[in-house]
Structures are given as structure tokens and as C-alpha cells.
């Protein structure tokens, strides 16, 4: 493990030294979030690792890493919002890693898939999981876990995926360089969270929104609906227009556009 700290940056309006902890092997970034959680560390704390023996995507998939030249990284906080307002900040992860994304690649290429399903061309090129629990002190602990396909698409996809490499002429940025931009633009969307409200989020994340207009089939467990994505609610559910004119919103699940 190597310990590693960045210039002083403000979280959430306050003046504070991020810690950004190293390591080259680890089960999973945000298992490791969870047990300093549970043992009573606050954050905020990045933890990374050139390589996950058992890293996991949303719905107990497999993530997988590459031989470190990819970004796994998980943000270890605390925060004193409701569940389903936490919740939200998966979008601030997602308009993060885009604005990471639009920093290495053509920005018109960069996009976001709800729920938060950062996209490079249509194509999936990184993953976000969100995990909570009670906090030892009080509030509630946020694990953001975030891996970006940098320079190797995984084998195993169960969807079209790419990475930055496939869309720059030189070589994409090493995980640890990645991690300084993205903890950047994830501290100013957290500002942005904060003291505008979730409407300002979701207004940017409108903008740059894949599919929305177009026919979708949201899988939800035992259940599968089909319709058109007309954008998100108030507080970020997605707003399905069903074939009889109905209006579903879609709180969990995975969407569909085509072949994405």
C-alpha cells in the first residue's frame, strides 16, 4: 500500500486534504471502503489498486481491471442526507467521469446512460457501483466505486464496451493521473450538489444524456417494459413513456438502447 496525498481541494465547502491511498492488489476497492467504513473511517478517501482479485459492477456482476492500466478507484465518504437522496450521487459520479472522459477524448463522443453508464461513441466504457450503510459516528457512509476502461476493454462484457485508448492518437493517461482529474471534477460536481441542489445536476446530466427520446427496454427483475426514455424526475428516476401513453418511472433496473 502507498500512501499518496493531493493539493489541498474544498469538499463539500470545506477546506480539506482528500487522502488517495495506492494499493497493487487488493479483493475489491469497495469492499475495502465498506470494512474502513464499518470500523469507523469518514473519508473522504480514494482508494485504488493497479489490480482487484474480485472486483464487482452493479448487480453482483465481475468488474474487471486489466493488468493495471485501467482505473478502479472507490471514494470513501460520510454524508448526512437521507438514503434516497444519497442515492443521487450517482450522477455526480457519472457527470465526473465524463467530464474525465472529455478531457482525453472528442467531447461530442462522451455520453451518459441511465442510470449511470458512462459511454465513449454508444459504447460503455466505465462502470459505477454505489454502496452505504450507518456510520459508526452517525450519517450515513458512501462507497462510489468507479472503474474506467483506459486502455483495456473487458473480455467479457455483457455489453458493447471501449476505452479511451480506441479514441486518442497518443496513449491514454495512467490510473493514477486519471484518478487527480477525476477526483477534481467529482469534488466541483459535490459543490455543485451541494449548494444548488440535485436539479442542477440532473439538468447536466440531461445534456448529455444517451437515448432519451428514443425506444428502450428497461429489464427490472421479473419484469420488462418497453418504451421511450423522455429524461429524468426530480429526483432521478427515469421517466418511461409506455405504448399506451402511460408514463412509468424506472427507479432501478437496466436499460436498453439497441444494441447498448
Known sequence: MIP????????????????????AEIDSTNAEARRRAEAGESGPLWLTAERQTAGRGRRGRAWETGQGANLAATLLMVTRRPPAEAA????????????????????????????NDPMIAGRKASGILIESGPAPAGGLWLAVGIGVNLAEAPLAAERPATTFSAHMAGPPPRPLAALQRL??????????????????????????????????????????????AEGLDSDGALKLRLSDGSLRLVTAGDVFFGES
Open 4 to 23: 499518496w496525498r493531493r493539493p489541498l481541494l474544498r469538499f463539500w465547502d470545506r477546506p480539506i486534504t482528500p487522502r488517495i491511498e495506492v494499493f
Open 88 to 115: 443521487q450521487i450517482s450522477f455526480v459520479a457519472a457527470l465526473a467521469v465524463a467530464d474525465l472522459a472529455a478531457s482525453f477524448v472528442p467531447a461530442s463522443l462522451v455520453s451518459l446512460k441511465w442510470p
Open 183 to 228: 477526483s477534481e471534477a467529482f469534488v466541483s460536481w459535490l459543490d455543485v450538489w451541494d449548494r444548488v441542489g440535485f436539479s442542477a445536476v440532473a439538468d447536466a446530466w440531461t445534456q448529455r444524456a444517451h437515448g432519451l427520446g428514443q425506444a428502450c427496454e428497461a429489464r427490472l427483475g421479473r419484469e420488462t417494459l418497453s418504451g421511450i
